[in-house]
């Protein structure tokens, strides 16, 4: 089973409106984070938003939120206000066990290709 | 700012050749990675390093190997290139602990193996 699922392969989506990336996770542990990515053409990984399994509240970061549904195990990244500059791959990733407790990798999802139209 | 920095960000080898990709991190990060980046599959773990001459195997080490002699400096070594090792390769580094455990990324080095 996927460890990570992200549902939308691509979006379109206008200018100024508000964008939802979907992503649902699958872990037992207890203790985890979750991050998004944006990947532009130029292929470089920026990290947008980081989310604690045990944070109470919602990550934000200026036009970037987390929506972390614990129960349902969902973290889907709302972008407000979009802008063409936001057209890029989105990757959904998590981390297994706490914060500090080893150096192992994330495992990411497949991506969701977000398009700006203007 | 963090800076993760890959040697190169286009190479093309030849089947069989020893191809090294190195990557410097400026921020003095304990933890060091290497992912392989294919259409559809996403991001997957290749080898990862919590320190110097310390390595792990992540998901699909088969094929590579890694060399971690200064903190700052990550290899990642194809003995003997193979065309299915022609793919985007990330490298990227993080602290030991605190700040989520943020993975700050290098811009990549796309590899063509013929």
């Known amino acids: 089973a996927q460890k990570i699922t992200q549902t939308q392969p691509g979006m379109f989506v206008q200018e100024k409106e508000a964008v939802t990336l979907d992503c649902t996770y699958d872990?037992?542990?207890?203790?985890?984070?979750l991050f998004w990515y944006k990947q532009p053409s130029s292929g470089e990984m920026i990290f947008l938003i980081y989310q604690g399994s045990y944070d109470e509240q919602n990550a934000t970061e200026g036009r970037y939120s987390l929506n972390f549904q614990k129960a349902r195990k969902s973290a889907n990244l709302v972008i407000s206000a979009s802008q063409l500059g936001d057209s890029a791959m989105y990757f959904c990733?998590?981390?297994?066990?706490?914060?500090?407790?080893?150096?192992?990798?994330?495992?990411f999802g497949k991506g969701t290709h977000l398009i700006i139209q203007p | 700012d963090v800076k993760v920095t890959q040697s190169s960000r286009y190479l093309v080898k030849r089947t069989g050749e020893k191809v090294f990709l190195e990557c410097v991190q400026d921020m003095d990060h304990e933890n060091m990675f290497w992912y392989r980046q294919d259409p559809g599959l996403g991001l997957r773990l290749i080898y990862f390093?919590?320190?110097?001459?310390?390595?792990e195997k992540g998901d699909i080490p088969e094929g590579y190997s890694v060399s971690r002699e200064k903190k700052e400096r990550f290899s990642l070594i194809l003995e003997s290139a193979s065309t299915n090792q022609t793919s985007m390769y990330l490298c990227?580094?993080?602290?030991?602990?605190?700040?989520?455990?943020?993975?700050?990324f290098g811009p990549g080095t796309r590899l063509t193996v013929l």
């Open positions: 990227a580094s993080s602290k030991l602990a605190g700040g989520g455990d943020t993975q700050y």
């Open positions: 390093s919590y320190d110097v001459k310390m390595k």
């Open positions: 872990t037992s542990d207890q203790s985890y984070g």
């Open positions: 990733a998590m981390r297994e066990g706490p914060s500090g407790g080893g150096a192992d990798g994330l495992t």
